[in-house]
């Protein structure tokens, strides 16, 4: 499709927004499936488009962190986390034609606000890490894959349930828990990628001018997060889970949205 250049332009400044944010906090989806929706691109092709943003944004992340040294590519444990998330992400993309879309769509909301809730009153988070309760083998057939086979299904807060795994079952402290979100993100983004870019649903144009604003946004989400820690994790965490969750809620296709528009359209 031909996408007019002052459109890309609002694409590369969504992006930049959005890459700092997610690389903080994940969400960014939020942010820019809906501006490739208003610039024209069917529902398809926008959460495809996505995937390529998205997976520029987190590659740069997730190389921030590793130059940092927040993720050990030496280690099997961090190998194996991804790979685990990239399986997880193929698999949901090829069972997106038999998912119970409806049924996640109005669960998801539930969750994030779950989400949102332990973040904001549960055990108090470090950037020190903690024990952990699952092996890292366990923790990658029975956390990251499954999280992986959602994003490459659906998508919208995978990195919030990444982060929440690596803090509750991982014992990971903040800054490094966020870093390796951003792993396992750019493996199921890559993953859901490859899949879309088979399918022919990339519309490469407006997925590498928002890719632009992503990577020089997620530098600048990285640095903040490497420089302020848990103060500020944690309660863009939360903002985000809430913000994600009234977003999907409020939708005309959510069963409170729909119900909401109802009230209003009833005669007094």
């Known amino acids: 499709m031909s996408i007019p250049p ?4 609002v694409f590369a400044l969504v992006g930049l927004f ?9 969400g960014g989806g939020l942010i820019t499936v809906p501006a490739l929706l208003l610039g024209g691109l069917d529902p398809v092709s926008a959460v495809a488009t996505n995937k390529l943003q998205g997976t520029f944004g987190t590659a740069m992340s997730t190389f921030r962190f590793a130059r940092a040294g927040m993720i050990d590519f030496r280690s099997r444990e961090a190998w194996g986390l991804a790979a ?26 539930f969750l994030l606000l779950a989400t949102a809730l332990y973040f904001a009153i549960g055990p108090k988070m470090s950037d020190v890490d903690a024990k952990a309760r699952l092996s890292p083998a366990v923790f990658a057939l029975a956390i990251a ?7 490459g299904l ?11 795994g690596l803090v509750a079952l991982a014992g990971v402290g903040a800054v490094k828990a966020v870093a390796r979100t951003k792993l396992l993100n750019f493996s199921s983004n890559l993953a859901g990628l490859l899949f879309f870019i088979a399918a022919g649903h990339v519309v490469w144009a407006a997925g590498l001018a928002m890719a632009v604003g992503t990577v020089v946004g ?15 994790v944690k309660p863009l965490l939360i903002v985000v889970s809430l913000a994600l969750a009234l977003r999907l809620m409020l939708d005309a296709s959510h069963p409170v949205g729909a119900a909401l528009r109802a009230m209003i359209a009833a005669p007094s």
């Open 6 to 9: 002052e459109v890309l332009l």
């Open 18 to 26: 959005a890459g700092a944010v997610d690389a903080i906090a994940g």
């Open 84 to 109: 685990a998330a990239f399986a997880g992400a193929i698999a949901g993309a090829a069972l997106v034609a038999f998912a119970p879309v409806g049924a996640m769509r109005t669960a998801l909301p």
């Open 145 to 151: 894959a499954p999280i992986g086979l959602y994003d």
């Open 154 to 164: 659906f998508g919208p807060g995978a990195g919030s349930f990444y982060m929440i």
């Open 218 to 232: 997620a530098q600048i989400g990285s640095a903040l997060a490497l420089r302020h820690g848990v103060r500020l």
